[in-house]
């Protein structure tokens, strides 16, 4: 978008490739107005909340032809450049994703990124911040900036309204209306059934996944400080009142610019002292990643030294499910008996030879499919607890087994382990883990190796 809220679009290239690939990125910015208003038609007569809000159709010729002229003036405004610096910066983005070997030739598939950015963890520099001094600030604000927010006579209210105001934010995904999405919060097992789409035409909207997961932790945090305000109601008064004040934004930028003051650490303790009777995390936020610590604290008291520090990144690219899926809906033969792709004895030497053959082609397909591969990486995630790990759950297992009952995998006989799911800038899923192989405890294995009669016993 440029400064008018316009759709720009950048090539890096030269004038003589942009005239011969363009026909590839056509499809991201291409405005079909006859399919369009031909939609929004039957959308008028099928959706709910079309009919609840009476809403009018203006498909006249003038209206279409905006479209159109807006089509053009986003092919005519075009920005090629063919500069050394902006190839560079593009090579370093792609190698870092795909590998070094993905500058290297010409294909006709073009690589579509869909990037998911979290706040990080730390940052780098010779300053230890604060989280919960971070996440202040993040909540105040650095600046006294006011956003005026008008209230309409009859608002929308997520808890009440919630399916009704989804639906019409998305008709084209949800075309019957809202009436049949639940009222209040998305639950898990709707959210995977969309995921899950036969078509993918959930998942393929960048913009329905950012709503839900806005809406799943703004939930969250209100579900978890109601839990608490019932029971804390003096001390987060006492939060109000101090987050009212003038002084506290710039304390807390006074904290951040200076960690190791004194004032930065009172600050630090007594906003640990009122938010820790919140309760429960906000997912994907600094204070999960805070409240993992004493976890790691608590296997580390319990079991001593973790044995092996494991990193797993399965190449989802490479995942045979995900291409089969993907084929049966470019082939549209969810239905078909003859196809290879929809037989469960389908092996990777019966896919297509350009697939098999064009590592950027997988790449672009898995890209294509962010709910898929997240699937496929939950379920290599299993694999490795059951088969290399051989350490299941116990609500698997259905019953709790000691240390001497376990199976011996990989890693020998496995006590614990515990795992950590991080996203890569570009969204790519990883798993870190810290495996532990005893049920021993140091306090245990030191009062052992001081008792005499125990080293007599183990000596004959």
Same mark, same amino acid.
């Given at each position: 978008?440029?400064?008018?809220?316009k759709?720009?679009v950048?090539?890096?290239?030269?004038?003589?490739q942009?005239r011969?690939?363009?026909?590839?990125f056509?499809?991201l910015?291409?405005?079909?107005s006859e399919?369009i208003?031909?939609?929004?038609?039957?959308?008028?007569?099928?959706h709910?909340?079309?009919?609840?809000?009476c809403?009018?159709?203006?498909?006249?010729?003038s209206?279409?032809q905006?479209?159109?002229d807006?089509?053009d003036?986003?092919e005519?405004?075009?920005?090629?450049?063919?500069?050394?610096a902006?190839?560079?910066?593009d090579?370093a983005?792609n190698?870092e994703?795909?590998?070094?070997?993905i500058?290297t030739?010409?294909?006709?598939e073009v690589?579509i990124?869909?990037?998911?950015?979290?706040?990080p963890?730390?940052c780098h520099g010779d300053?230890?911040g604060?989280?919960?001094?971070?996440?202040?600030?993040?909540?105040v604000g650095e600046?006294?900036d006011?956003?005026v927010v008008r209230?309409?006579?009859d608002p929308?209210?997520?808890?009440?309204e919630?399916?009704?105001?989804?639906a019409?934010?998305f008709?084209t995904l949800f075309?019957?209306?809202?009436?049949?999405l639940p009222?209040?919060?998305f639950?898990?097992?709707?959210i995977d059934h969309?995921?899950?789409?036969y078509?993918?035409?959930?998942e393929?909207?960048?913009?329905l996944?950012?709503t839900?997961?806005?809406q799943?932790?703004?939930?969250?945090a209100v579900?978890?400080?109601?839990?608490?305000?019932?029971?804390?109601?003096?001390t987060l008064?006492?939060?109000?009142q101090?987050a009212?004040?003038v002084?506290?934004?710039?304390?807390?930028?006074a904290?951040?610019?200076?960690?190791?003051?004194?004032?930065?650490?009172?600050?630090n303790?007594?906003l640990l002292?009122?938010?820790?009777v919140i309760?429960?995390?906000?997912?994907?936020s600094?204070?999960?990643r805070?409240?993992?610590?004493?976890k790691?604290?608590?296997?580390?008291f319990?079991?001593?030294?973790?044995? &092996?520090?494991?990193? @797993?990144? =399965?190449?989802?690219?490479?995942?045979?499910? #995900? +291409?089969r899926?993907m084929l049966?809906?470019?082939?549209?033969?969810?239905n078909?008996e003859?196809c290879t792709c929809g037989?469960?004895q389908?092996?990777?030497v019966?896919?297509p030879k350009?697939l098999?053959?064009?590592?950027?082609l997988?790449?672009?397909?898995?890209?294509?499919?962010?709910?898929?591969?997240?699937f496929?990486?939950e379920r290599k995630?299993k694999?490795i607890?059951k088969?290399?790990?051989?350490?299941?759950a116990?609500?698997?297992?259905?019953k709790?087994r000691?240390?001497?009952?376990r199976e011996?995998g990989?890693?020998?006989?496995?006590?614990? &382990?515990?795992g950590? @799911?991080e =996203?890569?800038m570009?969204?790519?899923?990883? #798993? +870190?883990?810290?495996?532990y192989?005893?049920?021993?405890?140091p306090e245990i294995?030191?009062r052992?190796a001081?008792n005499?009669?125990l080293?007599?016993?183990i000596?004959e």
């Amino acid at each position: 978008m440029d400064i008018d809220r316009k759709p720009r679009v950048t090539f890096i290239g030269s004038t003589e490739q942009w005239r011969a690939r363009k026909h590839l990125f056509r499809g991201l910015y291409e405005l079909p107005s006859e399919s369009i208003f031909s939609w929004l038609n039957v959308l008028k007569e099928t959706h709910s909340f079309f009919r609840k809000e009476c809403i009018v159709i203006d498909d006249s010729i003038s209206a279409k032809q905006r479209l159109a002229d807006l089509q053009d003036s986003i092919e005519k405004g075009v920005i090629v450049s063919d500069a050394g610096a902006l190839h560079a910066v593009d090579d370093a983005v792609n190698s870092e994703r795909f590998g070094t070997d993905i500058t290297t030739g010409e294909s006709p598939e073009v690589v579509i990124q869909q990037s998911t950015v979290l706040q990080p963890a730390m940052c780098h520099g010779d300053k230890v911040g604060s989280v919960v001094i971070d996440a202040m600030i993040n909540a105040v604000g650095e600046q006294d900036d006011i956003a005026v927010v008008r209230r309409g006579v009859d608002p929308i209210v997520e808890w009440d309204e919630n399916g009704y105001m989804i639906a019409g934010a998305f008709p084209t995904l949800f075309m019957m209306g809202g009436d049949m999405l639940p009222s209040g919060s998305f639950s898990q097992g709707l959210i995977d059934h969309l995921m899950r789409y036969y078509d993918g035409r959930f998942e393929n909207n960048v913009t329905l996944i950012a709503t839900l997961f806005n809406q799943m932790q703004r939930h969250a945090a209100v579900r978890k400080a109601a839990r608490a305000s019932t029971t804390h109601a003096k001390t987060l008064q006492k939060l109000g009142q101090l987050a009212s004040g003038v002084e506290f934004r710039k304390s807390l930028l006074a904290a951040k610019n200076n960690p190791d003051s004194p004032a930065a650490k009172r600050l630090n303790a007594s906003l640990l002292r009122i938010l820790s009777v919140i309760g429960g995390t906000i997912p994907f936020s600094p204070f999960e990643r805070a409240g993992t610590r004493p976890k790691l604290a608590a296997m580390r008291f319990r079991f001593g030294l973790p044995q &092996f520090w494991v990193t @797993v990144a =399965p190449p989802e690219q490479d995942d045979i499910t #995900l +291409h089969r899926i993907m084929l049966l809906r470019q082939l549209n033969a969810w239905n078909d008996e003859e196809c290879t792709c929809g037989q469960s004895q389908c092996r990777w030497v019966q896919l297509p030879k350009n697939l098999k053959g064009s590592p950027r082609l997988r790449l672009s397909i898995s890209n294509k499919c962010p709910a898929m591969a997240a699937f496929m990486f939950e379920r290599k995630m299993k694999l490795i607890q059951k088969a290399i790990l051989r350490c299941p759950a116990s609500h698997d297992t259905k019953k709790s087994r000691n240390y001497t009952e376990r199976e011996s995998g990989a890693f020998g006989t496995v006590a614990r &382990f515990n795992g950590v @799911v991080e =996203p890569q800038m570009d969204g790519r899923l990883h #798993l +870190h883990m810290t495996v532990y192989g005893s049920s021993f405890t140091p306090e245990i294995l030191t009062r052992g190796a001081t008792n005499e009669e125990l080293r007599l016993y183990i000596a004959e």
